[in-house]
């Protein structure tokens, strides 16, 4: 499940896999999850793996950066919206396949939410104009969390 081709699992919780990894020499860790549900606007035939990440470099003083790689490009200067049991609209910004939270100081709240809630969904549209929702399991997030706060304090 783990998007990075040499992540090592720390394991799975529920839906979600917590991992480490080395980026530029530095030890990250993540728990990466994929929609257990997609919806399209239209066909999307050819997407490839969408992924919702939750990151921490603590070289980098990066914690608890939520992206997701979405398995298609965006349409450029695309808006991807994020829900947690249909509640509350997260904003993040595109670049290619990849988006992150618009306001890094929203953050804290979707992780919490996140950690509250029981289901996500995804929001985001293709080059090509389509519409996709992708929803994950939120089942498990919060002990794979845990775990990468244990791996990468």
Known sequence: MAPAHSATSIGTFKQ???YTSTEGGAKMCFV???PTEKKYSKDISGRD???FMITTIPNKNIRNEASTIIGYP??????VTV???GNGNFTMFTDKDS????NPAQEP???NAMRKGSRMEVQGTSRRGTITTDTYSLSGITA????IAKECP
Do not use: T, V, Y
């Open 74 to 79: 965006f349409a450029d200067n695309s808006k």
């Open 109 to 111: 709240e979707l992780i």
């Open 49 to 51: 793996p969408a992924f």
């Open 32 to 34: 990466a999850s994929q």
């Open 99 to 102: 988006a992150w939270i618009e």
């Open 83 to 85: 829900k947690i049991d």
């Open 16 to 18: 979600w896999g917590a």
């Open 144 to 147: 794979a969390l845990e775990a």
